[in-house]
């Protein structure tokens, strides 16, 4: 790991972090692995495991989160469907009838694919990827394989979460970039005929991924949401690809232990005064440098 110094903003901000006691959106990393080669992903270069989380692991987070009306995201960098114990993660999470599960998805499915047990297992939200409306532009995306496939996964799914007469919310989403603003007409037109919702949405930039410095604001991700990778590491952000912003471990400590931790309580100290440069994560981000924070509450 790399050593972290701390370093001084460009600016001082004003703003500060809301205090939220318990997090009202636990992301757990089930598996690492991924079927797609987004090109602006560093999925492809992550080293970390194992490959899956152990079963113990999920339960003892989901067990000790119930009864809180928690949004859970089975993923984080991967593609979920990839777990064959989705359904089962899925079905275990929603014993909690306040609980509600949502998950992003490149709808890359495979033959061993349960989709059937995926909606029969109660998921709330599904939001699928898609970043183009033709094979041409859609091959820029680096996702792989055939559109068409892709696009008749999705139109699966529906079909199934119709049959089922599940309340799931399905949304497909183009990420706006480039390559794809030619056919977003045609994209938003075709997916509001098939889905609930159809968007564009922006590319964010993955921390470390060419920025030579940081952002001095705030940042709304350690506001009211937890992630944990597969090894039960807790980190401060999804985005951590390479275990630079670790916060804790589920396997020693708890949920509300990591969260109220002090060096949880220090990086939103820091993260609150925009200090992002004290956080090796942090340090080679600019997330939400657009973001309009005058009306942040205090932390």
């Not at 007409?185 to 098939?194: G, M, T, V």
């Not at 604001?217 to 630079?244: I, N, Y």
């Not at 400590?253 to 005064?273: D, N, R």
Request: net charge negative.
């Amino acid at each position: 790991m790399e050593t972290l110094t701390p370093v001084q903003p460009k600016e001082k901000t004003s703003f500060k972090l809301p205090r939220v006691l318990f997090p009202k959106i636990i992301q757990i990393e089930t598996t690492v692995l991924c079927n797609s080669a987004c090109t602006f992903c560093p999925q492809n270069e992550m080293t970390r495991g194992p490959r899956f989380m152990e079963e113990w692991i999920w339960k003892k987070i989901v067990d000790q989160t119930r009864g809180r009306g928690i949004t859970y995201r089975p993923f984080m960098i991967n593609e979920p469907f990839v777990d064959p114990n989705l359904a089962k993660i899925i079905a275990y999470i929603k014993e909690d009838p306040t609980a509600i599960v949502e998950f992003n998805s490149y709808a890359h499915m495979t033959a061993k694919t349960d989709i059937e047990g995926i909606i029969a297992a109660g998921g709330d939200i599904v939001r699928f990827s898609i970043d183009g409306f033709t094979q041409e532009t859609y091959n820029q995306s680096g996702r792989g394989g055939s559109l068409e496939r892709m696009v008749n996964n999705v139109l699966k799914f529906i079909a199934e979460r119709d049959r089922q007469g599940s309340s799931c919310h399905i949304e497909v989403r183009m990420i706006n970039m480039d390559f794809n603003k030619h056919e977003r007409e045609d994209f938003l037109k075709f997916w509001n005929e098939h889905a609930d919702e159809a968007i564009i949405t922006d590319l964010y930039e993955w921390p470390w991924t060419g920025q030579t410095t940081f952002e001095p604001k705030p940042c709304l991700k350690v506001v009211e949401e937890m992630f944990f990778m597969t090894d039960g590491q807790a980190t401060l952000c999804c985005w951590d690809s390479h275990e630079r912003g670790i916060i804790g471990d589920i396997r020693t400590h708890s949920v509300e232990e990591i969260w109220l931790g002090v060096k949880m309580q220090q990086y939103k100290q820091w993260l609150s005064k925009g200090e992002r440069g004290n956080i090796l994560l942090c340090s080679k981000c600019d997330a939400y440098k657009n973001h309009d924070f005058t009306d942040f509450e205090g932390y």
